[in-house]
């Protein structure tokens, strides 16, 4: 294997403060060209404050992008704090780069969440809530620039796709030509099953003779193959490893075309497969995880679903783990089988920070490490355990939290820092256009979703540029809502669950609500059919335990999170033209003070909440100090503006425990007193309750 060794560069006599050791600079910049935030002026970016010390770097060109995305990757890395992870291609890259602790996909499964980071707009947007509905089909998306096309066509790059970037045949093609320059390479996908234009070979779909000398090739969701790590035969490698080996050839046919002066930039996508299951790795990434030295996963009590969790919050777990894992609800499974499992996703992820690595040495190679934004992240999480599930498809954290990491090397002051911040993979594609130094998407005519977090490249500090995380997940059945969102079409959707995870300080919260969906109707929603709601607390070590909604303790903060979340609906539901999908406005309820401030009985003990969730191993603080919230979030659509008020986590106010007790029965989901609006699932409870979500 190659070492993760860094190239340590001297530091310009000019600026002691740039660049950080082993980032070699581009630009010397002098006082001058610094802005008053401390980050450098769009003239120093673009022309360099002093022309005799630029090096072989084109300053003035934009910037190259290497975006990494690999799928089912939880923040289960030494740069997020597990130390029992090997992942030191990864955690190298989150030392020269800046690593997001809150980022979170907008839907936690593959179709749906890759289709909307790559074009730039929500799922209500893209109308992909399934693995059947394609965001090209006439009047949704046939005219929007992706990601990758805007790239392409505003800014002249070199554009190519190795691997799982778009979901499979969604778009048909992978978009190409519209997307992509070079034609994509799937390397799973033959081409006698729909891959026409696919450049690879019609390669089988496992190595040729290939066998596993840990776990089954088809029988089990594991297998250590008998590959070697350094395989370079195409026949005989994992898919992974010929993906990688495609970038690696896409990356030095970028670098030809801009030596050329051909293209602008380059833009090279990589999608890694893994650690999607099976879990398939070359064996030699097992050696360094012994089952005997393998934590105790007690999961913390994340084992259940939540005490007082709807049933439609919980996802069935995925048949792709075999008969070892019971799908039943809140079953349980052995110590030992949540080793094995877990010691095979920790190879897995290893393997594939083994394959990121070999890019980035090769971006080095090219001599284009200090000119390229590099973004690694994926599409979703996935839960191991947790919430007695195994799988996605849920709005638990466990299934929404991502990695995120964004190496600009010319922003020293992102080099190596860690933000707390609220991120979204819908921010993505506003993100990298601006770091990249193209033209912002909406004033060329893209009007996409999300926020730029490219100002926190310079100051990660900043938690007010986001305060919520906005997410979703359909379901198929209002009497069976369990069912995972995967061949069924757009109009068979009955049920649809929003999700807002906010921060405050000292303490976060995350505010789903299940709305009934009619997905053959233009229109979509009706805010009034709320079917069930769920609060949870993190930061005080309870996290998605138990389902706070009953607790009239936290009324007020049900509320306003409610309200906040059918705003941020309303919002996001536009059509290009602005046109809102016919939503009904909902009734504004009484908050109180618009001057009142946030209190919280843990917001003088520590500034950040603790990483409680499962698959975090540590908990750590931001040590930023601010003590209130910006409650607007920060995206050009988003006008709403709303009165901040007291938590409610000291006493139960009695005009609110009065506005409870008129509740008469479970049709009665809302209260017209003077509190309208405000959804009651304290006391009224549909016909899809658990009541106490624990196994007996």
Not at 46 to 51: A, H, K, L, V
Request: glycine share 6%.
């Amino acid at each position: 294997m190659h070492s993760a060794t860094t190239k340590t560069v001297a530091a310009p006599s000019t600026n002691t403060l740039w660049p950080p050791t082993g980032i070699a600079p581009s630009t010397t910049y002098t006082t001058s060209a610094v802005t008053q935030t401390g980050g450098p002026s769009a003239e120093a970016l673009d022309q360099g404050s002093n022309s005799s010390t630029k090096d072989a770097v084109h300053t003035k060109s934009k910037k190259n992008v290497l975006f990494i995305i690999a799928d089912d990757l939880r923040p289960d890395f030494g740069a997020y704090g597990d130390s029992y992870a090997y992942t030191p291609y990864i955690d190298k890259l989150a030392k020269e780069g800046l690593t997001f602790k809150h980022a979170f996909t907008n839907f936690a499964a593959c179709a749906p969440s890759r289709t909307s980071f790559m074009s730039g707009r929500l799922p209500d947007t893209t109308k992909g809530f399934t693995f059947t509905n394609d965001f090209r089909e006439a009047g949704i998306g046939d005219s929007w620039r992706t990601l990758p096309q805007y790239f392409k066509e505003v800014g002249n790059y070199y554009t190519a796709l190795s691997g799982k970037v778009f979901h499979p045949m969604l778009p048909p093609n992978n978009d190409y030509p519209k997307s992509w320059t070079a034609k994509p390479f799937t390397p799973n996908c033959r081409i006698s099953a729909g891959c026409p234009d696919n450049i690879a070979e019609d390669l089988p779909v496992y190595p040729k003779n290939v066998s596993c000398l840990w776990g089954e090739l088809r029988h089990s969701p594991y297998c250590a193959a008998d590959v070697p790590q350094n395989e370079t035969r195409v026949d005989k490698q994992l898919w992974d490893q010929r993906t990688r080996d495609s970038c690696i050839r896409q990356l030095r046919e970028g670098a030809e075309q801009l030596r050329l002066g051909k293209v602008d930039g380059f833009f090279i996508a990589c999608g890694f497969h893994k650690p999607h299951l099976s879990y398939m790795f070359p064996a030699e990434f097992l050696h360094h995880f012994r089952l005997h030295d393998l934590p105790e996963q007690t999961l913390k009590g994340y084992d259940f679903v939540p005490i007082d969790a709807p049933r439609v919050a919980w996802p069935e777990t995925e048949p792709g783990w075999g008969q070892t894992v019971s799908r039943d609800f809140n079953a349980t499974m052995s110590t030992r089988d949540i080793k094995m499992f877990r010691r095979a996703n920790y190879a897995t992820v290893s393997y594939i920070d083994d394959c990121i690595g070999s890019l980035l040495d090769v971006l080095d190679k090219l001599d284009h490490a200090n000119d390229t934004l590099v973004v690694l992240t994926s599409d979703h999480s996935i839960a191991l355990g947790e919430q007695g599930t195994w799988g996605k498809f849920s709005n638990f954290e466990s299934s929404l939290k991502v990695p995120l990491i964004i190496r600009a090397p010319w922003i020293r002051q992102s080099v190596g820092k860690k933000t707390s911040a609220l991120a979204e993979l819908i921010d993505l594609y506003a993100t990298m256009t601006e770091l990249a130094r193209l033209p912002k998407p909406r004033s060329m005519g893209e009007h996409i979703n999300g926020t730029s977090l490219a100002p926190l490249m310079w100051n990660p500090n900043d938690r007010k540029l986001k305060t919520t995380a906005f997410s979703q997940m359909a379901r198929k059945y209002v009497d069976n809502p369990s069912f995972r969102p995967l061949n069924i079409k757009r109009d068979e959707i009955e049920v649809m669950g929003y999700t807002l995870r906010e921060r405050r300080p000292g303490v976060g919260f995350r505010y789903t609500a299940w709305f009934r969906f009619f997905g053959d109707d233009p229109d979509h929603l009706r805010i009034e059919d709320l079917l069930e709601c769920e609060l949870y607390k993190y930061g005080d070590g309870r996290g998605e335990v138990q389902n706070l909604a009953h607790d009239p303790k936290y009324f007020e903060t049900l509320q306003e999170m409610h309200e906040l979340l059918v705003s941020k609906i309303r919002v996001e539901m536009r059509s290009d033209a602005g046109k809102l999908t016919a939503l009904p406005v909902w009734p504004s309820a009484v908050t109180g003070d618009e001057d009142s401030k946030i209190i919280d009985e843990d917001s003088t003990a520590h500034d950040d909440e603790s990483d409680t969730d499962a698959h975090q191993h540590s908990t750590t603080h931001d040590g930023d100090d601010t003590t209130a919230r910006d409650h607007e979030d920060g995206s050009d659509t988003d006008a709403h503006q709303h009165s901040t008020v007291k938590d409610g986590d000291d006493t139960a106010d009695d005009g609110h425990n009065d506005v409870v007790h008129l509740v008469s029965s479970t049709e009665d989901l809302f209260v017209d007193t003077e509190h309208v609006g405000v959804p009651v699932s304290v006391l009224a409870r549909s016909k899809l309750s658990l009541g106490n979500g624990r196994a007996g």
